[in-house]
């Protein structure tokens, strides 16, 4: 044990050190064709609330496990500001050969969420080492997703870069999936009212800042930001009301709250910006929270068991499912609309429409799901380290700690 220790001491600085040389090479020689790395420039305080909710409140909100807290919000910091740069490298990369692709870090911070979704269901469970690698494999996979849907299916670049819930939520699931269980006697992966309560300070802070992360990039600022908060609003007040119905004693459950409250910003994430009736907005928000708080009870109670699967945060149905349903909806609506404009007299047109729609998000779901089998395979092998199953869940084995802390 001692042994080992120091080896995952070892490695974790000079990967670290490996990979800023590579950024800081970047940023010397540069790449012929990279477009404007700080773009939009005039968006840069909608550019800050998307960094507050990714590293504060995303940090927070993954503060969930009683004895991992450190590790939670520290990180999620770590692996955020490693992976922008090396988001901006791969980009880097591909606009040299991809010309709609353009660089910027907003971009950069947008995509990084993926990242972040995927970290909560592997949550205690990956070293440092693993969560870096997932990393970079994930970004690098992400933004092959996105080329395809944005090459071969002609997706718009804001809409593709709207897939981060979908991918990083399955692609979590995928790798997950090979980590060994925890131990029937291990109870480190309960929560407690202090971690319960800096959870929900993170939950508040994503809920405050999505309409700026679904507005960013879109052309209708205005209507995004209007049908986001709506529908977080709507979606908000949906998890209480179902919280307290589901309940046997009528009280609310603070895993409703974390997880349902955000539904709505998921759910509109693909259509806030082109959503020309409110009203429609607001009932993606109710409709999101619903299958969040019903997916809990039935994914938690059959679907993971069957399937010896441990979502350590809940991503599959804080995330995965509310983003099927958004862009289900997506596709709905947008049918309706052109629909509408045809008179229905274009029906061969509306049928590919459907088609390259569906495609799209089946494709990224498929493409997470069967990268992240490969990665949670790959983070196993003996090189990385990975942590037996008794040290799952515990600050200690990372970070000094003291006894004090540990107790509590």
Same mark, same amino acid.
């Given at each position: 044990?001692?042994?080992?220790?120091? &080896?995952?001491?070892?490695?974790?600085?000079?990967?670290?050190?490996?990979?800023?040389?590579?950024?800081?090479?970047?940023?010397?020689?540069?790449?012929?064709?990279?477009?404007?790395?700080?773009?939009?420039?005039?968006?840069?305080?909608?550019?800050?609330?998307?960094?507050?909710?990714? %590293?504060?409140?995303?940090?927070?909100?993954?503060?969930?496990?009683?004895?991992?807290?450190?590790?939670?919000?520290?990180?999620?910091?770590?692996?955020?500001?490693?992976?922008?740069?090396?988001?901006?490298?791969?980009?880097?990369?591909?606009?040299?050969?991809?010309?709609?692709?353009?660089?910027?870090?907003?971009?950069?911070?947008?995509?990084?969420?993926?990242?972040?979704?995927?970290?909560?269901?592997?949550?205690?469970?990956? &070293?440092?080492?693993?969560?870096?690698?997932?990393?970079?494999?994930?970004?690098?996979?992400?933004?092959?997703?996105?080329?395809?849907?944005?090459?071969?299916?002609?997706?718009?670049?804001?809409?593709?870069?709207?897939?981060?819930?979908?991918?990083?939520?399955?692609?979590?699931?995928?790798?997950?999936?090979?980590?060994?269980?925890?131990?029937?006697?291990?109870?480190?992966?309960?929560?407690?009212?202090?971690?319960?309560?800096?959870?929900?300070?993170?939950?508040?802070?994503?809920?405050?800042?999505?309409?700026?992360? &679904?507005?960013?990039?879109?052309?209708?600022?205005?209507?995004?930001?209007?049908?986001?908060?709506?529908?977080?609003?709507?979606?908000?007040?949906?998890?209480?009301?179902?919280?307290?119905?589901?309940?046997?004693?009528?009280?609310?459950?603070?895993?409703?709250?974390?997880?349902?409250?955000?539904?709505?910003?998921?759910?509109?994430?693909?259509?806030?910006?082109?959503?020309?009736?409110?009203? %429609?907005?607001?009932?993606?928000?109710?409709?999101?929270?619903?299958?969040?708080?019903?997916?809990?009870?039935?994914?938690?109670?059959?679907? &993971?068991?069957?399937?010896?699967?441990?979502?350590?945060?809940?991503?599959?149905?804080?995330f995965g499912l509310p983003a099927v349903l958004g862009a289900v909806a997506a596709v709905v609506l947008c049918v309706v609309e052109k629909g509408i404009d045809t008179q229905w007299n274009n029906l061969p047109s509306l049928g590919y429409l459907v088609f390259v729609d569906v495609g799209?998000?089946?494709?990224? %779901?498929?493409?997470?799901?069967?990268?992240?089998?490969?990665?949670?395979? %790959?983070?196993?092998?003996?090189?990385?380290?990975?942590?037996?199953?008794?040290?799952?869940?515990?600050?200690?084995?990372?970070?000094?700690?003291?006894?004090?802390?540990?107790?509590?």
């Open positions: 044990m001692p042994s080992r220790y120091l &080896n995952f001491c070892c490695s974790v600085p000079w990967l670290l050190l490996l990979l800023q040389t590579l950024f800081l090479i970047r940023s010397f020689f540069g790449f012929p064709g990279v477009g404007d790395v700080y773009s939009p420039s005039n968006f840069y305080p909608e550019f800050q609330d998307v960094n507050h909710m990714v %590293i504060f409140g995303f940090g927070f909100f993954l503060m969930v496990l009683r004895r991992y807290g450190f590790s939670s919000t520290g990180f999620n910091f770590l692996l955020i500001v490693l992976g922008v740069q090396c988001s901006v490298l791969v980009e880097d990369c591909l606009v040299v050969f991809l010309s709609f692709l353009s660089c910027s870090l907003a971009r950069a911070t947008v995509s990084m969420t993926a990242v972040v979704i995927s970290t909560g269901a592997v949550l205690g469970k990956a &070293n440092p080492v693993q969560l870096i690698v997932m990393t970079l494999v994930e970004l690098f996979v992400f933004y092959v997703s996105r080329c395809i849907n944005r090459t071969f299916l002609q997706v718009p670049d804001h809409l593709s870069l709207m897939h981060v819930h979908l991918f990083g939520a399955y692609f979590g699931l995928g790798i997950t999936s090979r980590f060994p269980e925890p131990p029937p006697g291990l109870d480190k992966h309960r929560s407690t009212p202090k971690s319960d309560l800096f959870s929900l300070l993170g939950t508040v802070f994503v809920w405050v800042f999505w309409p700026s992360f &679904n507005s960013i990039l879109a052309d209708s600022k205005k209507e995004a930001v209007l049908n986001t908060y709506l529908a977080l609003a709507v979606s908000a007040v949906a998890a209480f009301m179902l919280s307290a119905l589901t309940s046997k004693n009528g009280k609310f459950r603070m895993a409703h709250i974390h997880s349902a409250v955000l539904a709505g910003g998921v759910t509109v994430s693909y259509t806030a910006h082109s959503i020309q009736h409110p009203w %429609i907005a607001m009932i993606l928000g109710l409709l999101g929270s619903v299958i969040t708080v019903l997916g809990s009870h039935c994914i938690q109670r059959c679907f &993971n068991p069957a399937l010896k699967l441990q979502d350590t945060s809940g991503v599959h149905f804080t799209a998000f089946c494709q990224t %779901i498929i493409t997470a799901l069967t990268t992240g089998l490969i990665t949670g395979l %790959i983070l196993n092998i003996k090189l990385l380290k990975a942590v037996h199953v008794s040290k799952y869940f515990d600050d200690q084995f990372y970070w000094e700690v003291s006894f004090k802390m540990i107790s509590d």
